[in-house]
Structure formats: structure tokens, C-alpha cells
């Protein structure tokens, strides 16, 4: 992956980031670079909604936070402390393929970067239908540490391009998590941190 152009973000203001996101699949569309991977975290918690999600409101009516539209699909995410990332790359040589295929191959990268980290974490999952919330279900190209889904990915392909936003969770705040998915709150998440 050389000529790729690195963006270490931090942690950003939490209603930019999916602008931000955008304006560098832009840049990628437009040649400026050979492929980007930008990496950040959430000045205050927040939930990204899949592109094509409809009427999503948190489960609690007090609760206010910002609710942000991806421009890559997927079910609702929610951001507290979290290692978020886009790709942004043309769509062709080892992110050929459908959207599975490419998912897969980030799947591949971030498999050996956690392992090499000593965690055992494995690419597994059954589902393929749409879930309202993401870590509620797992496709078979998401990574699992232990029965916890750790990684999501979501992606858009447009004009010989491919974005490709993905989260894992370092922790989880479950009593945010019920408030914002009630039932939908799977207490099995966990995030990377949470296994220790």
C-alpha cells in the first residue's frame, strides 16, 4: 500500500466526523491520493446510522446525543470509546470484488494487527440480512474476540471507488447502550478492552 496518505485524527468533534469521512472519499475520487486511512476516536458519545436507515431515535426520549447519517450503510452504531476508521480506495487489485470480498480483506488486515497484539480474534459469523444495530448481528467477514463481535464494517462503492467505515469498540458503556438501543442491547458486546 504505498502512496497511501495516513490521517491520525484523534479525537475529533464527534458531529464532523462522518464530513470528514466524505470529504476524503472525495479527495480519493477526484486523484489526489493513491488510497487513505484515517483514524479517530469521539469527542462525546454519539450514534452513525447506516445511509439507507430509516426513523432511528435512541430508545430513551430523554436522551439527547447526536444522532449522525453514514454514507455507507449498515445498522446503528454506537461511538464512545472506540477505534474508528475509513479506507478510502480505488476499487480494484486487493479490494476487487463484491462487498464481502472487500470487507474481507480489511477483515484480513486488522485479524493479524490484533493477533499480533495477542489477542485471539477470529473472522466468523452467519448472518447476512440487515440488523437496526450493528453489533446485533455478524457477517461472516467480522471479527469476534471470544462470543463478542468486535469490528464493524460498513461500505459504499461508487465511480471505481470504495469507502469502507469501521468501528471497534475499546469499551462499552452499557447503561448508554440501553438507553440508546433498549432491548436491542445485546449485553454479550464487549469491547477490546473489556477482555482483559
Not at 63 to 83: M, Q
Request: proline letters at 6%; one cysteine or more; a positive charge.
Amino acid at each position: 500500500m504505498t502512496g497511501w496518505h495516513l490521517v491520525l485524527d484523534g479525537r475529533c468533534p464527534s458531529k464532523r466526523n462522518m464530513a470528514r469521512d466524505t470529504a476524503l472519499f472525495r479527495s480519493l475520487a477526484e486523484k489526489r491520493h493513491n488510497g487513505i486511512l484515517r483514524i479517530y476516536n469521539w469527542s462525546e458519545p454519539a450514534v452513525t446510522v447506516g445511509h439507507h436507515q430509516k426513523n432511528f431515535t435512541p430508545s430513551d426520549p430523554l436522551l439527547t446525543l447526536p444522532v449522525l447519517r453514514r454514507p455507507t450503510g449498515g445498522g446503528a452504531v454506537l461511538h464512545v470509546d472506540d477505534i474508528t476508521f475509513c479506507i478510502c480506495t480505488p476499487s480494484s487489485g486487493p479490494f476487487s470484488g463484491g462487498i464481502l470480498a472487500a470487507c474481507g480483506t480489511v477483515s484480513k488486515i486488522f485479524e493479524r494487527a490484533l493477533r499480533d497484539c495477542g489477542l485471539d480474534v477470529r473472522m466468523k459469523g452467519n448472518h447476512t440480512a440487515f440488523s437496526n444495530v450493528c453489533f446485533m448481528r455478524s457477517t461472516p467477514v467480522e471479527l469476534h474476540l471470544g462470543e463478542s463481535k468486535i469490528m464493524g464494517l460498513a461500505l459504499l462503492r461508487r465511480n471505481g471507488c470504495i469507502l469502507v467505515q469501521g468501528v471497534i469498540p475499546l469499551r462499552i458503556d452499557r447503561k448508554l447502550s440501553v438507553r440508546v438501543f433498549g432491548e436491542r442491547s445485546d449485553p454479550r458486546t464487549r469491547g477490546i478492552i473489556d477482555h482483559a
